[in-house]
């Protein structure tokens, strides 16, 4: 091979090589480690179709769901949740279906995925108008605590967002001690310019002495567990000690998203995921309660 040619083609495989070094998929999978976390479940959404069935369940209905919610939540249809070009897609929907006038979609990995602490991280580009809720959030798998479900085993806020108060972000825990029927949540907000235009990083990390949550790596709420300094805090203050999961859903109007109404003229909006991912301690310490 004379020696220009062997240049050429040598040039050619650095060029190939480069390229193929910038497109390769750097996506951590299962069982990969960062800086003492372990990946211990994932979805990318890179099977187009209906969300993975092996991952994700449906919460079905339409009545209200304690927040006087105008959608009907319906099951495994591709309008309202569906995966397309990489992306999670949830719909909510203008039209007629089981006596609402709106439809959408709530994915749960309730016995498919269910933790004890760890990192929760989801990144997401969220509707725009007055009357979409959208909502990143994780509920206990069983109630353990009290007479009441809710408020008394808990919820995890990672993301709340509101049309009618565009690029507010919100991250709230309710407790029986602290939620807002009563006025006495616990919530942080963060600005985020390119909520509705742009993709952006949820997390909150859960561990048995604090929760806290972060946007694009930056941290803006800390919840601590009470239960490890106050004689008098039991369940009532920290109930997360339990397995809780995963929810991800797009509302129509209700109590707050529905505040200042809903504007029938902006629909179908959509919340598109890129990822879902949980990282747990590689050495997790246990929950230590008074």
Same mark, same amino acid.
């Given at each position: 091979?004379?020696?220009?040619?062997?240049?050429?083609? &040598?040039?050619?495989?650095?060029?190939?090589?480069?390229?193929?070094?910038?497109?390769?998929? %750097?996506?951590?999978?299962?069982?990969?480690?960062?800086?003492?976390?372990?990946?211990?479940?994932?979805?990318?959404?890179?099977?187009?179709?209906?969300?993975?069935?092996?991952?994700?369940?449906?919460?079905?209905? /339409?009545?209200?769901?304690?927040?006087?919610?105008?959608?009907?939540?319906?099951?495994?249809?591709?309008?309202?949740?569906?995966?397309?070009?990489?992306?999670?897609?949830?719909?909510?929907?203008?039209?007629?279906?089981?006596?609402?006038?709106?439809?959408?979609?709530?994915?749960? %990995?309730? /016995?498919?995925?269910?933790?004890?602490?760890?990192?929760? $991280?989801?990144?997401?580009?969220?509707?725009? /108008?007055?009357?979409?809720?959208?909502?990143?959030?994780?509920?206990?798998?069983?109630?353990?605590?009290?007479?009441?479900?809710?408020?008394?085993?808990?919820?995890?806020?990672?993301?709340?967002?509101?049309?009618?108060?565009?690029?507010?972000?919100?991250?709230?825990?309710?407790?029986?001690?602290?939620?807002?029927?009563?006025?006495?949540?616990?919530?942080?907000?963060?600005?985020?310019?390119? &909520?509705? %235009?742009?993709?952006?990083?949820?997390?909150?990390?859960?561990?048995?002495?604090?929760?806290? &949550?972060?946007?694009?790596?930056?941290?803006?709420? %800390?919840?601590?567990?009470?239960?490890?300094?106050?004689?008098? &805090?039991?369940?009532?203050?920290?109930?997360?000690?339990?397995?809780?999961?995963?929810?991800?859903?797009?509302?129509?109007?209700?109590?707050?998203?529905?505040?200042?109404?809903?504007?029938?003229?902006?629909?179908?909006?959509?919340? $598109?995921?890129?990822?879902?991912?949980?990282?747990?301690?590689?050495?997790?310490?246990?929950?230590?309660?008074?």
């Amino acid at each position: 091979m004379n020696r220009p040619l062997a240049a050429v083609l &040598a040039a050619a495989v650095l060029v190939t090589g480069a390229s193929f070094a910038q497109n390769a998929d %750097t996506r951590p999978r299962v069982g990969d480690r960062n800086g003492g976390w372990r990946l211990a479940w994932a979805d990318e959404f890179d099977i187009p179709g209906l969300p993975d069935p092996a991952r994700w369940n449906y919460d079905v209905g /339409g009545h209200g769901w304690g927040n006087q919610e105008l959608q009907f939540y319906t099951r495994a249809r591709k309008e309202n949740a569906r995966v397309e070009g990489g992306r999670l897609i949830i719909e909510a929907r203008r039209e007629p279906w089981e006596g609402r006038q709106y439809t959408s979609a709530r994915l749960v %990995t309730k /016995g498919k995925g269910d933790w004890t602490c760890g990192r929760f $991280e989801i990144r997401a580009k969220l509707p725009s /108008g007055r009357g979409t809720w959208p909502a990143i959030w994780m509920l206990p798998s069983q109630q353990s605590y009290g007479s009441d479900f809710w408020p008394d085993n808990g919820e995890i806020d990672i993301m709340e967002h509101v049309g009618f108060d565009p690029d507010v972000v919100h991250a709230s825990v309710h407790t029986k001690a602290y939620h807002h029927s009563i006025g006495t949540q616990k919530t942080a907000r963060m600005t985020v310019p390119t &909520a509705r %235009t742009a993709f952006n990083t949820y997390a909150v990390e859960w561990d048995p002495h604090e929760i806290r &949550a972060f946007i694009n790596g930056r941290q803006y709420f %800390t919840f601590k567990n009470e239960r490890l300094t106050s004689p008098s &805090a039991d369940y009532r203050q920290w109930p997360f000690d339990k397995p809780f999961h995963l929810l991800l859903n797009v509302a129509v109007g209700g109590f707050w998203g529905g505040m200042r109404g809903v504007d029938e003229s902006i629909w179908p909006q959509r919340m $598109e995921v890129e990822f879902v991912r949980v990282w747990q301690r590689e050495h997790q310490p246990a929950q230590r309660t008074r």
